[in-house]
């Protein structure tokens, strides 16, 4: 199954517009996805016709808004392969992974265990650990890269062999180096090291490129963000074990997670429920529902591929070009669509300057990945990130304004 990019980049309202009297290249979906019509559509019809609050109603509308919320609950533990009673709304992946920092890791880890993370993690997969560390005393291990940015798995044995690593934290998939982690390997190894480790994946750069499935991991939590994988923004997604979030206690507290209240005492919601407190973003998670809808329509697999050649073509085309580096992988095997690169002598922000007059948007900075940027010995990077509704079209712009930044600026 082939993708077709025209057809494509009709159901995407912004994808119509023009900047600076040119045709626009939008190559931030790493950052965050554009929205098709579908999924505005599904939005807007909760707002216009049955807008009510969820759970509570016995009216018509509330009925149908409770629907919408727990259909899509439905059809992002089926687009993901996961439980539903484990599929947990959050605001992002950001919030997702707080609440296993809360509700998991600032209850079981202390002075003695070992959280195991890596170097090339988002903020969001590392300060929520080492604000953890500030108040609990445990040591915190980094898995570090090749040359060539991918995990060094030759140096994980060593790191597991005291049997100390009771948590295991990595993403799946670079938002900088574009890097696919073998995470299904590192959560087996993690849990022969030490049974009682638990696992959490952040899956912000995964989810909306490759055919996830939760139950084949074989980890613990999964976090992921609507507004990367064509759903709006204000929704992302934790997915967990249900026998491991039992046994965890509530993060926010309030109205929607109890079963009772009694001025003595409290009994929590069944799961999900329990971890997801008051009124929640409805017509957002009806979005993301519609989403998980439309990226199916068209296939993760093929999504992938589509994704993959367009990938080789943009390296190809970024080899080619004099004092260019590319930062992670070559190889489109293990890598996703989000190509970092420098040019020798100019700054990243003067580099997404000159491709913001070529109508391409990237985005350039340290991506919330400052321990990355340490180890790459850069303070920041350029990065072009490429979705579906992406083609070959938009690389000689992207080339044309490299070149530009570069003869401008360093010569
Ligand atoms: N984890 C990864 C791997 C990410 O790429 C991002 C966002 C997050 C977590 C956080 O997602 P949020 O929805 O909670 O904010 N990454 C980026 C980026 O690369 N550029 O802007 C946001």
Known sequence: MTIDVPTIRKDFPTLAREVHDTRLVYLDSAASSQTPRAVLDVMDEYYERYRSNVHRGVYRLAEEATDLFEGARHKVAAFTNAPVEGTIFTKNSTEAINLVAYSYVRRRLGEGD???????????????WLHAQQDLGFEIRYIPLTEDGRLDMDAVPALLDDGRVSFLAVSHVSNVLGTINDVK???????????????LVD???AVPHLAVDFRDLGVDFYAFTGHKMCGPTGVGVL????????????????GEMILDVRLDGVTWNELPHKFEAGTMMIAEVGGLGAACDYLTGIG????????????????????????????????VEVRGGAVSFAVDGVHPHDIGAMLDQEGVCVRVGHHCAKPLMRVLGVNATARASFYLYNDADDLPPLVRGIERA??????
């Open 300 to 331: 993760m697999d093929a999504i992938r591929e589509h994704e993959k050649q367009l990938t080789a073509k943009a390296l190809d085309a970024l080899a080619g070009l004099d004092d260019v580096t590319v930062h992670g992988p070559t190889d």
């Open 406 to 411: 570069r003869d401008f600026f360093a010569r």
């Open 185 to 199: 390997t590192l959560a087996a190894q993690a849990r022969d090291a030490n049974p009682g480790c638990r696992v």
């Open 114 to 128: 070992v959280l195991l993370t890596t170097h090339m993690e988002h903020h969001a997969n590392i300060v929520p």
């Open 239 to 254: 997915l967990g074990r249900p026998e491991v979030l039992e046994t965890m206690p509530p993060f926010l507290t309030g």
């Open 203 to 205: 899956g912000s750069q």
